[in-house]
Nanobody, 124 residues
């Protein structure tokens, strides 16, 4: 089991910055995806950014709408994942969720875990 707790959301003006944190506990496999998703009112949940850990190394990917503005990072020692959000826009307003997918290489089974979410509101 993996437990995820997000923090760092809040109200920020357009053009401002926020840093979201996701504290993790439990067993995270060596092969995994750790991601931030968001869900705005009336919209589907969408992938914002992901860090993928594979035997070949670590890679990151971002939604086109946040490229160049958001940065995902992880601190293994602190068991934390972060999302640095700069140049925020009103359309970034959403509940942001931390997500972990454990990948079992031997069977290719995957196990998904979600946090409870943290609200980000971008408004003047």
């Amino acid at each position: 089991q993996v437990q995820l707790v997000e923090s760092g959301g809040g109200l920020v003006q357009p053009g401002g910055s926020l840093k979201l944190s996701c504290a993790t506990s439990g067993s995270i496999f060596s092969i995994n995806d750790i991601a931030w998703y968001r869900q705005a009112p009336g919209k589907q949940r969408e992938l914002v950014a992901v860090i993928s850990s594979r035997t070949s190394g670590v890679d990151t990917d971002y939604a086109d709408s946040v490229k160049g503005r958001f940065t995902i990072s992880r601190d293994n020692a602190k068991r934390a994942v972060y999302l640095q959000m700069n140049s925020l826009k009103p359309e970034d307003t959403a509940v942001y969720y931390c997500h972990v997918r454990n990948i079992e290489i031997a069977t290719m089974l995957t196990y998904d875990y979600w946090g409870q979410g943290t609200q980000v509101t971008v408004s003047s």
